[in-house]
C-alpha cells in the first residue's frame, strides 16, 4: 500500500516534470530564422544566428547544465568562477554565520528558558529585533566592521540568531516539571541537569528553531551576496544578469534550490536523531 | 522526644487570597509519624492535599507551617534519602529502561565502576520483572512496564524512604495487582520504609500497616488512622477471606463516602490533631484512644507520641 503510493507518486512526479518542460519547450521555440537580417543587436554582440539573450529552450539550458556540473571547481580570475567555488563560498558565509548564530543563541536560549526574570526582561528586545530583515542591518554592518564578505557573514548572523534562541529558550522553559523533579530528588548537579536532561528534552525543539534558522540563512545569502559582490551564488546571479545570460540565472537558480533542499534534508535528519516519543 | 524514623509535625499549607480575599488553606495541623521498615498509606478525596504532603516529604514542596524530620534530621530539600515514584511515571523518554534507572545509580554514586553500575541497575529491572526489556525505551513500554522502571528507578537508589504518588492510578486492574504483589515482595525484602498516596481502598489493605484518613479539604487534616491488623502475609487471593476484612474496608469506604465529608464540617468532639485517633475496625467497636494502640498480630508498637 505504502509501497504502491510512493511509486504512483514518482510516476506522476515525472509527468508532471515532462508537462512542464513540454511547455517550456513550447513557449521558447522560435523557428530558425533563414537568412533573415541580423538585428543591430546581434550586429553589435558579434553574433549571427545563435540566440544568446531571451529565454533559452531546455536543451539549450540542459547544455548549460552539463558544461557547468562537468566542471563545478574552475579559476579563472574574479569574474568566472566555477559553479561549485560559488556555491562553497556562499556555504561558508552561511555555515560561519550560522555557528556563530548557534554559539550565542543557544545557551543565551539555555539562560532565557531557565529564568523567568531574564524571559520577560529580554522579551521586548526580541520582539522588537526579530522582525527586522537582516538586510537592513547591512549599511550599519559595512560601516562597523569595514570589511564586505564579513558584513554578509553578520547579516547571516543576525538573521539565524532569533529562530534558535526563541526555540531554544521555549524548549528549555517547556522542559516538564516531572523530568526536572526527578534530578532534583536525586540531587543532579546544574551542568549535569543541564546536558543530561534539559538539553536532551529540549533538543527537538531547538532542532527545529535551527533548521529555521538555517532556513533563512539560505534565503538571505543570495540577497546578501547580490550587495556585496565578489565571490558567491548570490553574486554569480547578478552577474550572469549583468551579462544577460538567463541560462545561467537559471542555472544558479536551479542550484540554490538543490542546495537548499539538501540543507533542509540534513537538518531534518538531524531532527529525526533527536526526537523522542513520549 | 520522638524516636519515630519520620515525623512530620503541624504541617499546613496556604495560599494566599486574591486581592483581600481570606487565604486558602488546603491542610492545616496535618501530625503524623512513620515507623522504619512501615508502609503506610494515605487516602483522602481530590484537594485535600495529598500530593502536596508528599511532596513535602520528598523536599520537592515547601510547606507553609510546620516542618518534617526524618532519621533526626529536618528534610530542607530534595535528597537521595528519600525515592520518589512519580503519579505520570516521569521516565526521560529519550533514555531506556535500564539508562533511566543507571541515570539514577549514578547520581547516588557517582564513583562506581561502569560494571559495578551495570549489575546494579540490572538487579534492580530484574526484581520488578523487567529482564529483557532493559533496552526498550518508554514509548516501546506498556504502562504498567513503564511504572515498574520508575519504582525500580526509586527503589535502586536504596533510599531511606520511598515516596509513591498514586503509583498505579493510570493503570488496569490486572496490571496493578500484579505490580502490587511485586512491591509486596520487594517491600518484605528489602524493609523499605514506604508512604503512598492511593485512592484504591483494597490497594490500601493489601499493601499498608497503617492507613491514614483524611478529611476533605479545605482545612483538611488527618481523620484517624486505621491500623491494618491482617497478618502481614496477606496476598490478593486471600485478602478477602481474611476475617476482618471487610470490618476494614467497610470503615474505609464509609469515611470516603460520608464522614470525610462530615468531619471536614465539624471536627469531632475529643479530636485532638497531634494524637489522631487509631482505630481497628473488627477488633473494636470504639476508636482506641491513641496511647494504648498495641494489636495483638504486629510486632510493631505504632508510636503516637513525641
Known amino acids: ?278 | 522526644m520522638s524516636t519515630s524514623f519520620l515525623l512530620a509535625d503541624g504541617l499546613a499549607k496556604k495560599y494566599p487570597g486574591a486581592r483581600g480575599k481570606p487565604d486558602l488553606t488546603v491542610f492545616e495541623d496535618v501530625h503524623f509519624t512513620i515507623e522504619k521498615g512501615e508502609f503506610v498509606c494515605i487516602i483522602g478525596h481530590s484537594g485535600c492535599g495529598k500530593t502536596t504532603i508528599l511532596n513535602v516529604l520528598a523536599g520537592l514542596d515547601t510547606a507553609s507551617g510546620g516542618n518534617v524530620v526524618m532519621d533526626g534530621r529536618e528534610v530542607s530539600g530534595p535528597s537521595l534519602e528519600r525515592g520518589v515514584v512519580f503519579q505520570g511515571h516521569a521516565l526521560m523518554p529519550w533514555l531506556s529502561a535500564k539508562k533511566n534507572v543507571e541515570f539514577a545509580v549514578r547520581s547516588r554514586w557517582p564513583d562506581k565502576s561502569k560494571k559495578e553500575i551495570d549489575e546494579h541497575c540490572l538487579r534492580y529491572l530484574d526484581l520488578v520483572g523487567l529482564t529483557g526489556s532493559e533496552h526498550k525505551k518508554p514509548s516501546e513500554l506498556s504502562g504498567g512496564m513503564k511504572q515498574r522502571v520508575g519504582i525500580a528507578r526509586a527503589f535502586a537508589i536504596e533510599p531511606k524512604m520511598l515516596l509513591l504518588d498514586e503509583p498505579f492510578g493510570a493503570l488496569d486492574a490486572l496490571t496493578r495487582g500484579n505490580i502490587q504483589e511485586e512491591l509486596v515482595k520487594i517491600c518484605a525484602a528489602t524493609h523499605q520504609t514506604v508512604f503512598m498516596i492511593t485512592h484504591d481502598v483494597d490497594e490500601a489493605i493489601l499493601l499498608a500497616d497503617k492507613i491514614m484518613l483524611m478529611s476533605n479539604g479545605p482545612h483538611a487534616r488527618i481523620a484517624e488512622i486505621v491500623a491494618n491488623t491482617l497478618p502481614r502475609d496477606r496476598t490478593r487471593e486471600t485478602l478477602h477471606k481474611e476475617p476482618r476484612y471487610y470490618a476494614i474496608r467497610n470503615h474505609l469506604v464509609d469515611f470516603l463516602v460520608s464522614r470525610s465529608k462530615r468531619f471536614s464540617e465539624e471536627l469531632p468532639e475529643g479530636y485532638d490533631a497531634k494524637h489522631p485517633p487509631v482505630v481497628m475496625p473488627g477488633l473494636e467497636t470504639q476508636p482506641a484512644p491513641a496511647l494504648s494502640l498495641a494489636s495483638p498480630e504486629k510486632a510493631v508498637v505504632i508510636n503516637l507520641r513525641h
Open chain 1, 1 to 278: 500500500m505504502d509501497k504502491s503510493m510512493s511509486l504512483r507518486a514518482g510516476v506522476l512526479s515525472v509527468v508532471i516534470f515532462l508537462f512542464l518542460l513540454g511547455l517550456w519547450q513550447a513557449a521558447t521555440h522560435t523557428p530558425e530564422k533563414t537568412g533573415g537580417a541580423l538585428t543591430e543587436y546581434e550586429q553589435l554582440m558579434g553574433k549571427s544566428t545563435k540566440k544568446t539573450a531571451g529565454m533559452p529552450t531546455p536543451a539549450q539550458m540542459g547544455e548549460t547544465v552539463k558544461k557547468h556540473l562537468s566542471d563545478p571547481f574552475y579559476d579563472k580570475g574574479p569574474n568566472d568562477k566555477g559553479i561549485g567555488i560559488q556555491l562553497a563560498y556562499s556555504l561558508a558565509r552561511v555555515g560561519s554565520g550560522f555557528l556563530l548564530a548557534a554559539l550565542v543563541a543557544i545557551p543565551l536560549g539555555f539562560l532565557i528558558g531557565m529564568s523567568p526574570l531574564l524571559y520577560r526582561a529580554l522579551d521586548p528586545f526580541i520582539q522588537v529585533l526579530k522582525p527586522i530583515s537582516p538586510l537592513a542591518w547591512m549599511p550599519l554592518a559595512l560601516y562597523t566592521i569595514k570589511d564586505s564578505a564579513t558584513s554578509s557573514i553578520f547579516v547571516i548572523f543576525i538573521c539565524s540568531v532569533w529562530p534558535m534562541l526563541i526555540n531554544t529558550a521555549y524548549g528549555v522553559a517547556s522542559v516538564r516539571r516531572d523530568w526536572l523533579n526527578v534530578a532534583r530528588t536525586l540531587e543532579v548537579g546544574v551542568l549535569r541537569k543541564a546536558f543530561r536532561v534539559i538539553l536532551p528534552a529540549a533538543a527537538p525543539t531547538i532542532m527545529t528553531g535551527m533548521r529555521i534558522s538555517m532556513g533563512i540563512a539560505w534565503l538571505v545569502i543570495v540577497a546578501a551576496e547580490m550587495l556585496v559582490g565578489g565571490t558567491g551564488i548570490g553574486y554569480f546571479v547578478w552577474n550572469e544578469w549583468n551579462n544577460l545570460s538567463l541560462t545561467n540565472v537559471i542555472f544558479a537558480i536551479l542550484m540554490i534550490g538543490v542546495v537548499g533542499m539538501a540543507l533542509d534534508l540534513m537538518f531534518g535528519a538531524l531532527q529525526k536523531l533527536v526526537t523522542y516519543v513520549e
